[in-house]
């Protein structure tokens, strides 16, 4: 089952759990089927990496791995981290900010 998510590409949102708790960071992808969120610059982990061309580097690089979504919220152009909610108006869905009520 896919489940209905509030939190899409390209949100600023701020991790409120875990070992990066406190930072902030742009949503690369949204896997829905598991409930997870790739975000930029947060869940490093080192991994082995093979050459897979002539001109690619192997060796250990440092790439982002995914999180799960109950641990990100989302941030407000103010800065303020929010809860989203949705407003429907004449068949329109819009995502609007809990804190404020600013359309996101």
């Known amino acids: 089952m896919v489940a209905k998510y509030r939190i899409k590409k390209d949100d600023q ?19 829905r089927n598991n409930g997870r969120v790739l975000v930029e610059g ?9 050459k897979r061309r002539q001109e690619d580097r192997g060796g250990i690089m440092d790439i982002e791995m995914p999180i799960h979504i109950s641990n990100v919220m989302l941030v ?7 809860r ?12 609007v900010a809990r804190k404020g009520g600013e359309a996101i």
């Open 76 to 82: 407000t152009k103010g800065g303020d981290r929010t």
């Open 84 to 95: 989203v909610g949705v407003n429907v108006e004449k068949g329109v869905r819009t995502r």
């Open 42 to 50: 947060v869940n490093i982990a080192r991994k082995a990496m093979r």
């Open 13 to 31: 949102v701020m991790v409120i759990a875990g070992k990066d708790k406190g930072k902030t960071g742009r949503v690369l992808r949204v896997d």
